[in-house]
């Protein structure tokens, strides 16, 4: 049984060095509206197609690096051509077509090696792996509050912050996690957000609060938008970004160090394996020893200790130390 147990703990962890799931979703740009009139319906097509690589490359830089970042080199040109060495393929979400005018929206997705290629030649820092799937509690004044919930869509996969929407209702800007777990349970999320709807109608922002189990978090405040649905635009906009400024490495230096992982089963070492893996701080895995409740593994990570702690907080694991060096378990099982 004990070694059936560790087998599985090997396994889980070999599939840390493959690509994350989360790579397809990050390098799609959805919702791309396109135009084209020509001679023919064909001609109309390949232009719109062509139109949208553009935007999407262009949307792309924009989504996985920061402004100060791009402005420190002077921007981030995408021409047609470079535009075109990005877009591996462009999808259709829906078309009309006749008379020599192709309408739609449109889908492109991108390379992932072009696309990093061509930031490294630059110097310009990136993120392009996603933040923990949170659940997005929206909250509102009664009024408002049905109008609000429908203003964010079921899920957003693709974003840098991915979120799925609580559609259960009955909570305040003052939930807490047990409030939250069964349906952050029945999402798959490893932590919940918050956004309670502030102003009025013409001047709306959005006041986001991270809870975790280890408690409440402000993250910050939206400017002011004239609707509900550019608000939720707006608050989706400010979690990509705060995520990229809490996970964007500037640096090449990275600390070689060693953790001993705590574990009670395999689903909760699962749990921690994903939190290290999925981590833009954290590289070059290797497991130095394991058993049934724990492993001791080595990694690299960049930044300093409180970086790596906030950022493993939010994927679900607690880092500590003790009098034999830096311990990781669940912060589930820490608050125990």
Same mark, same amino acid.
């Given at each position: 049984?004990?070694?059936?147990?560790?087998?599985?703990?090997?396994? #889980?962890?070999?599939?840390?060095?493959?690509?994350?799931?989360?790579?397809?979703?990050?390098?799609?740009?959805?919702?791309?509206? /396109?135009?084209?009139?020509?001679?023919?319906?064909?001609?109309?097509?390949?232009?719109?197609?062509?139109?949208? =690589?553009?935007?999407?490359?262009?949307?792309?830089?924009?989504?996985?690096?920061?402004?100060?970042?791009?402005?420190?080199? $002077?921007?981030?040109?995408?021409?047609? #051509?470079?535009?075109? #060495?990005?877009?591996?393929?462009?999808?259709?979400?829906?078309?009309?077509?006749?008379?020599?005018?192709?309408?739609?929206?449109?889908?492109?997705?991108?390379?992932?090696?072009?696309? =990093? #290629?061509?930031?490294?030649?630059?110097?310009?820092?990136? /993120?392009?792996?996603?933040?923990?799937?949170?659940?997005?509690?929206?909250?509102?004044?009664?009024?408002?509050?049905?109008?609000?919930?429908?203003?964010?869509?079921?899920?957003?996969?693709?974003?840098?912050?991915?979120?799925?929407?609580?559609?259960?209702?009955?909570?305040?800007?003052?939930?807490?996690?047990? !409030?939250?777990?069964?349906?952050?349970? %029945?999402?798959?999320?490893?932590?919940?957000?918050?956004? !309670?709807?502030? $102003?009025?109608?013409?001047?709306?922002?959005?006041?986001?609060?991270?809870?975790?189990?280890?408690?409440? *978090?402000?993250?910050? =405040?939206?400017?002011?938008?004239?609707?509900? !649905?550019?608000?939720?635009?707006?608050?989706?906009?400010?979690?990509?970004?705060? @995520?990229?400024?809490?996970?964007?490495?500037?640096?090449?230096?990275?600390? /070689? *160090? *060693?953790?001993?992982? +705590?574990?009670?089963? +395999?689903?909760? @070492?699962?749990?921690?394996? $994903? $939190?290290?893996?999925?981590?833009?701080?954290?590289?070059?895995?290797?497991?130095?020893? /394991?058993?049934?409740?724990? %492993?001791?593994?080595?990694?690299?990570?960049?930044?300093?200790?409180?970086?790596? *702690?906030?950022?493993?907080?939010?994927?679900?694991?607690?880092?500590?130390?003790?009098?034999?060096? @830096?311990?990781?378990?669940?912060?589930?099982?820490?608050?125990?």
């Amino acid at each position: 049984m004990i070694r059936a147990f560790i087998s599985s703990i090997l396994m #889980s962890f070999a599939c840390v060095g493959l690509a994350s799931a989360d790579t397809r979703a990050v390098y799609t740009i959805s919702d791309i509206p /396109v135009d084209q009139t020509a001679e023919s319906v064909i001609e109309a097509q390949q232009r719109a197609f062509a139109e949208a =690589r553009l935007i999407g490359a262009r949307r792309m830089i924009q989504k996985i690096t920061l402004a100060e970042d791009r402005a420190e080199v $002077g921007g981030v040109p995408v021409d047609m #051509s470079l535009a075109d #060495s990005f877009v591996a393929a462009v999808d259709v979400q829906e078309e009309t077509r006749g008379g020599g005018r192709y309408r739609g929206t449109l889908s492109a997705v991108l390379n992932p090696r072009m696309v =990093r #290629s061509y930031l490294q030649s630059l110097d310009v820092p990136y /993120v392009d792996r996603q933040a923990p799937l949170a659940l997005l509690v929206p909250v509102a004044p009664e009024d408002l509050d049905a109008a609000w919930a429908n203003a964010w869509p079921d899920a957003m996969d693709g974003a840098l912050a991915p979120l799925a929407t609580a559609r259960l209702g009955g909570y305040s800007a003052n939930s807490d996690w047990g !409030e939250l777990l069964s349906e952050t349970n %029945a999402t798959a999320s490893q932590r919940a957000v918050i956004a !309670e709807l502030r $102003g009025s109608e013409g001047a709306y922002s959005v006041a986001l609060t991270q809870v975790t189990a280890a408690g409440r *978090t402000s993250i910050g =405040r939206t400017r002011a938008t004239p609707d509900l !649905e550019s608000a939720a635009e707006a608050a989706s906009a400010y979690l990509d970004a705060v @995520w990229k400024r809490q996970s964007v490495v500037r640096s090449g230096i990275r600390t /070689v *160090t *060693t953790a001993n992982i +705590l574990y009670t089963s +395999l689903a909760e @070492w699962n749990t921690l394996r $994903g $939190g290290l893996s999925r981590s833009p701080l954290v590289s070059d895995f290797k497991i130095e020893g /394991v058993a049934r409740d724990g %492993a001791l593994i080595s990694f690299a990570f960049a930044g300093d200790i409180q970086r790596l *702690t906030t950022d493993l907080r939010q994927r679900g694991v607690d880092l500590d130390t003790d009098p034999q060096g @830096w311990v990781m378990r669940s912060s589930t099982t820490a608050l125990r």
